[in-house]
């Protein structure tokens, strides 16, 4: 049978989609993870946003589009949150959430809706292992932090970590097939809360993998000079960090049930600069959260640019039902629209100045892809870059020739 595992989430939910494209392969079906005619599709579905889950539900007519006859089972955030937007589609056979993923390959026969209580404990029967460029390892699921935006905690349910030997064994195979791997989780900043232990004490487990590696989004309460001394000692570690923001007004950010301060924020990139002096600081910042005045918006403006990101992921509030902040009395769509569009402006300049301090200087790259005639890949600081020449799944020493849109034109040295 053609089996497509489609995502429509983040890279924890890329990785639960590619550990059950391993499974069924290994079942002998042909497994896809594009959307291409099959004869049953496996959706596992985003909730972060209004507008991600309403992608989700537009995914089930897609995939209708390309064979009217093919089943459809959905899993994932989305599910979760409501199984009856998915369960009166055409061709829907199946509806699960976020509980025994691993399963999911046993259980495509089953019809109806059931939606498992979310588990207390690190569900271990995920492993991935596709092989890939850049491949993903997933450590840890759910959140503690109660954000008054985010319904991920009501989806994904507690923080709950996997055992530091089972990351590493996965992480050991991986490096002979991969040459970049991503620690990703829901929260990679509460690893090992709740298994005494602590990301650092992980991340000091993998100093002997010989593989470029990344970490996913980390919160501020995180940084601390154990953690970052233990990246330090990683054979290729990628110093890129992912620093979730929000907003740049202390005011918004109490609101928003972020547990620190502009200043806090600004003296862990300090920390993280001192051990990585060109790292790349990168973030997520939403704009429109409906206690956020012009002059708090003006602030996080300001505060932006005293930080300098290298990239940033910029999104209008998005109201979640069941949320603290869904309570709250929503700003105009146009005044959300013009926040959003001008820190746009400020990230695309930040990032192109952040590429331009790269000029004549050397990346190492990790190429992937052909794009407009260049060979495409991303540096250890994910700054996408075009070479000329070379071969895609290979690390190449580059020199930055200039900056343009925020991409490095790069020669091979």
Same mark, same amino acid.
Do not use: W
């Given at each position: ?24 392969? !290994? ?37 209708? %589009? ?25 061709? +829907? ?13 046993? =259980? ?5 809706? /059931? ?7 690190? !569900?271990?029967? &995920?492993?991935?292992? +596709? ?26 349910? =507690? ?20 040459? !970049? ?9 509460? @690893? ?25 989004? /980390? !919160? ?22 992912? &620093? ?10 109490? %609101? ?16 993280? =600069? ?64 013009? =926040? ?55 690390? @190449?020493? +580059? ?15």
């Amino acid at each position: 049978m053609k089996i497509v595992v489609y995502n429509l989430g983040c890279k924890v939910n890329k990785y639960e989609c590619d550990s059950l494209l391993k499974t069924l392969a !290994e079942r002998g079906h042909e497994v896809s993870e594009d959307l291409v005619c099959a004869d049953l599709y496996i959706l596992n579905t985003c909730a972060v946003t209004n507008e991600a889950e309403r992608k989700s539900r537009q995914c089930v007519s897609r995939c209708l %589009k390309l064979n009217p006859d093919a089943k459809i089972v959905v899993c994932g955030c989305a599910s979760q949150n409501d199984p009856t937007q998915f369960s009166s589609k055409g061709n +829907v056979t199946f509806v699960t959430g976020n509980a025994q993923k691993g399963k999911l390959a046993d =259980r495509l026969q089953e019809s109806g809706i /059931l939606v498992e209580p979310l588990p207390r404990e690190y !569900e271990d029967d &995920l492993s991935a292992e +596709v092989v890939r460029t850049r491949s993903y390892v997933k450590v840890q699921d759910g959140c503690d932090n109660y954000c008054s935006y985010c319904l991920i905690p009501y989806v994904r349910g =507690r923080s709950r970590s996997r055992s530091v030997e089972s990351v590493v064994e996965e992480c050991k195979n991986l490096q002979r097939k991969s040459k !970049e791997i991503t620690i990703t989780g829901i929260d990679i900043s509460s @690893y090992g809360k709740n298994i005494d232990s602590d990301l650092a004490t992980l991340i000091c487990a993998l100093s002997d993998i010989d593989c470029r590696i990344r970490l996913g989004s /980390l !919160e501020v309460s995180v940084i601390d000079d154990k953690l970052l001394a233990a990246l330090k000692n990683l054979k290729k570690f990628c110093p890129q960090f992912h &620093l979730s923001l929000q907003s740049g007004e202390d005011g918004v950010l109490k %609101k928003m049930n972020r547990h620190y301060t502009t200043q806090k924020y600004l003296q862990k990139v300090e920390l993280i =600069r001192k051990y990585f002096p060109d790292c790349a600081i990168t973030t997520d910042l939403i704009c429109g959260f409906p206690t956020e005045s012009e002059e708090s918006f003006e602030s996080t403006l300001e505060f932006i640019e005293r930080v300098g990101f290298a990239q940033m992921h910029v999104f209008g509030y998005s109201p979640r039902a069941g949320t603290v902040a869904s309570r709250y009395k929503l700003l105009p769509p146009d005044v959300v629209k013009d =926040r959003v569009n001008g820190a746009i402006k400020v990230a695309e300049k930040q990032r192109q100045e952040y590429v331009e301090s790269f000029v004549g200087k050397t990346l190492q790259v990790l190429t992937e892809d052909t794009e407009q005639g260049y060979m495409s890949g991303y540096s250890t600081q994910y700054i996408k870059c075009y070479i000329e020449g070379g071969e895609s799944d290979t690390l @190449y020493d +580059v020199t930055v020739e200039k900056a343009q849109d925020g991409i490095a034109y790069c020669k091979i040295k």
